[in-house]
């Protein structure tokens, strides 16, 4: 009998770690989203600051770089800036987020 105790409070033990670490998950992703997050084209012509939500917050362009005759260039740069920006978020966040999942062979 003093066996079976023996595996409830092993049992108890690894909730209370699981609630810990969903404590700390939960921090974390607050802290994420509560981010800013910033990338910018060569020689800085467009800068974006997106949040860790992964919404648009800010888009600057340089003057120079507004040539009415080449709108395609433009939305180019844009779209990459903006993609930088968020590949930044998904960055970070498999950067704090993954020390949670490390070693445990998850099938995703």
Not at 12 to 19: A, E, L, R, V, Y
Not at 29 to 46: C, G, K, P, R, T
Not at 82 to 94: G, I
């Amino acid at each position: 009998m003093a066996r079976g105790m023996g595996g409830m409070g092993n049992m108890q033990g690894m909730m209370q770690k699981m609630q810990k670490m969903q404590k700390e998950m939960e921090k974390e992703q607050n802290a994420i989203q509560n981010s800013e997050f910033s990338a910018a084209s060569s020689n800085d012509l467009v800068k974006v600051k997106v949040s860790g939500k992964k919404e648009v917050l800010e888009i600057e362009l340089a003057e120079a770089l507004v040539d009415p005759d080449d709108i395609e260039m433009l939305q180019d740069l844009v779209i990459a800036t903006v993609n930088e920006a968020l590949s930044k978020v998904d960055q970070t966040t498999e950067d704090r987020m993954g020390k949670f999942t490390k070693g445990l062979n998850l099938p995703f």
